[in-house]
């Protein structure tokens, strides 16, 4: 039986369960379009640290490339919309500009919505499954592996900057209108752009969990733990890291994708390489082995970010910094670990109260 | 010689200055890296910072260039010395971590410096002879971009004989190899990591303090030398020598693709070859002697 209430599984699902719940209520409660806009982008970025809960916390995967998969999915989402709004036989403004007479073949299945928003998540998972396969067949793996997605993110951002009329270079693409599914438009600034981030968020975050605490997520766990031994009991250690890699990669993308129906704008921003390490900064200071506290941590980041940090808008990096360094020096486990460890005491009390109160009945006698 | 010759000449020259450029931003994490095995990502605002110190001592008290280059490293390895006695000295047994620390501390670094000195460029003032162009036969480089090469050189050389030729490099070998038996031996392994790390913290001051005559000084020069330092790094496994042929390597073929097709693309085509060559040498070129912790 576990002591720790923390480790409690029915305990855990309840407080995803209140959680998701109140997130879920949000658009009940107000119907202020700018507010639900901005709830529904730090959606977004929940997500995102999901999904560097998933590869870095669960498997111990450090990513600090995962801008790949969201830049790739915010520029196929938006490639959809921005072919929504074009008369069939024309080419987008821009690409005009750049002296395109012909729109490029890599552009033409974004005149089909359905196939453009497959390709805008099917596109980055492929991509993380080959780099990764790569990588991990190698052997590549720890701080190595972080350095090369690094190197990989700063690389695309070169080539979507260059690719100028493909893909409208520093500027980015601002499709015109909002996505339209069949006769439904998804307007950025309503509450159904924000179920459907919640939903998403919802649905990836629980299959997530699942997977945790499936057979799959034990050996998961356990290669991040000791690779070499879960080698040695005959798993196939490449095959384990890449799929897990693969899955966040799919997350991230579903997350870029809503994030460009969200602002309706993409540019090569997103490959930052400052954005890719927020990601990981949120779920290291909210607890990268929790799913959930990752999530939180975004949304404590994020939200301090545009509430406190118009206050100190120039110390705010100086006090992202600070605090980030004291969580990894201090906190590994960020809040979850801190609550963790307090509930491990409340239990450790419980115990020897417990003992004490037995030993006392029985007369304390050995 | 006709023209294309003279192109491929020039390419590789234009090759070799690149190459000098990764080496010097390289060799101080290479350093760090190699013996400490710490995976320092402020190395970039190492560089930054030694560009500021240079910029600060000019401005403020006039000091000459060749002056300058000495008082970055010594400046910059005081400031890496704080943060290694703060902070990575507690990491070193969670290499992840001092990725991720050490992130903090160059956010910290960006933002403090952009609050002293502000966002806006700095220049930085050198003697007026290295100034020039030097033409031999057709090619063509800036006397500064030569300066850097032999810059390189000298750079190289010294870590050489401070590692080879010293007790200090004894000892740095020494606990790089076996911490615990260089402990019995009465070397304080602790002592050698802070000198050790502050190196390190020093040659990306003095190569803050010759990238900052090439390009503009500003709070967030360094990010883009980090990502390149630990590209060479790696590939070269984390020996100097290692680093050095992963320069020469990377320069000359980034000047010959950015003959053939842009810069862009050959830099592109830089990071596929590394992530490919990696697939088959994850070790890197030569690998750092001795057990990583």
Redesign the interface.
């Known amino acids: 039986m576990e002591k720790n209430l923390y480790h409690n599984k029915k305990l855990q699902w309840l407080t995803y369960l209140v959680v998701f719940a109140v997130l879920g209520s949000v658009p009940l409660i107000t119907d202020d379009a700018f507010l639900l806009n901005q709830l529904a982008t730090y959606g977004v970025y929940g997500l995102l640290a999901v999904s560097i809960s998933l590869c870095w916390g669960s498997g111990g995967i450090l990513n600090l490339g995962q801008g790949i998969a969201f830049g790739l999915g915010a520029y196929g989402m938006a490639m959809t919309m921005q072919m929504q709004s074009q008369a069939p036989g024309t080419i987008p403004p821009f690409m005009a500009n750049n002296a395109l007479e012909e729109l490029p073949i890599f552009w033409e299945p974004f005149w089909n919505t359905g196939l453009g928003i497959v390709l805008a998540l099917l596109v980055p998972t492929l991509f993380y499954l080959v780099f990764g396969g790569l990588m991990f067949a190698a052997r590549v793996s720890g701080p190595f592996f972080a350095i090369m997605t690094l190197a990989i993110l700063s690389a695309l951002a070169t080539v979507f900057v260059a690719l100028q009329p493909y893909t409208n270079g520093v500027n980015g693409i601002s499709p015109p209108g909002a996505l339209m599914i069949g006769e439904v438009m998804i307007d950025p600034y309503s509450s159904l752009a924000y179920w459907v981030v919640f939903a998403l968020l919802l649905f990836f975050t629980f299959a997530a969990k699942l997977l945790n605490q499936s057979r799959f997520g034990l050996v998961v766990r356990a290669l991040k733990d000791d690779p070499e031994r879960v080698r040695f009991l005959g798993y196939n250690v490449a095959v384990y890291e890449t799929a897990v890699y693969a899955l966040s990669g799919l997350m991230a993308a579903a997350a870029g994708a809503s994030f460009a129906v969200l602002t309706q704008y993409v540019s090569p921003a997103q490959f930052e390489v400052g954005f890719s390490i927020g990601i990981v900064i949120w779920a290291a200071i909210g607890g990268r082995n929790s799913l959930l506290w990752a999530m939180l941590g975004a949304f404590m980041v994020q939200g301090a970010q545009s509430y406190a940090g118009d206050a100190f808008l120039n110390t705010w990096i100086l006090i992202l910094g600070f605090s980030f360094i004291l969580v990894v020096r201090f906190l590994p486990g960020g809040f979850a670990g801190l609550v963790e460890t307090i509930l491990g005491r409340v239990a450790e009390r419980k115990e020897t109260e417990e003992d004490f109160d037995l030993e006392s009945a029985k007369g304390a006698t050995k | 010689m006709d023209i294309s010759t003279i192109a491929i000449a020039n390419s590789l020259i234009l090759g070799l200055s690149i190459a000098s450029i990764f080496l010097v931003a390289a060799i101080g994490l290479t350093i760090i890296y190699g013996t400490a095995g710490v ?1 320092n990502m402020a190395h970039g605002e190492f560089i930054m910072l030694g560009a500021y110190s240079v910029y600060a001592m000019q401005a403020y008290f006039g000091v000459p260039y060749f002056l300058c280059i000495p008082i970055a490293f010594v400046i910059v390895a005081a400031i890496g010395f704080v943060i290694e006695k703060l ?1 990575i000295q ?2 070193y047994h ?4 001092t ?3 050490t ?6 670094l ?3 410096t ?2 002293i000195f502000g966002s806006d460029p700095k220049y930085i003032q050198m003697p007026g002879f290295l100034a020039s162009n030097i033409e031999l036969g057709g090619i063509s480089l800036a006397a500064f971009r030569i300066f850097v090469i032999f810059a390189a050189l000298a750079l190289i050389t010294l870590v050489w004989f401070v590692f080879y030729k010293t007790d200090f490099g004894i000892k740095i070998r020494a606990v790089t190899q076996n911490r615990e038996m260089a402990a019995a031996f009465g070397i304080n392994s602790k002592q050698v990591y802070s000198f050790t790390f502050a190196f390190g913290a020093g040659l990306a001051g003095v190569a803050g303090a010759l990238f900052g005559v090439l390009n503009i000084v500003l709070p967030t020069m360094g ?1 883009g030398y980090v ?1 390149q330092a ?2 060479i790094v ?1 590939t070269g496994g984390g020996a100097l020598l290692g680093s050095a042929i992963a320069s020469v390597a990377t320069g000359e073929l980034q000047s010959i693709f950015a003959m053939i097709l ?1 810069d ?2 050959a ?2 085509l830089i ?2 070859l ?3 060559f ?3 040498r ?1 070790q890197g070129l030569i690998s750092a002697g001795g057990g990583r912790r």
């Not at chain 2, 969670?94 to 971590?97: A, E």
């Not at chain 2, 992130?103 to 910290?108: E, K, Q, Y």
């Open positions: 995976i902070l507690h990491l969670r290499p992840l971590d990725l991720l620390a992130w903090g501390v160059s956010l910290v960006i933002q403090g952009r609050l990010m990502v630990f590209l790696v842009n862009t693309f830099r592109f990071f596929i590394i992530v490919v990696l697939r088959f994850p």
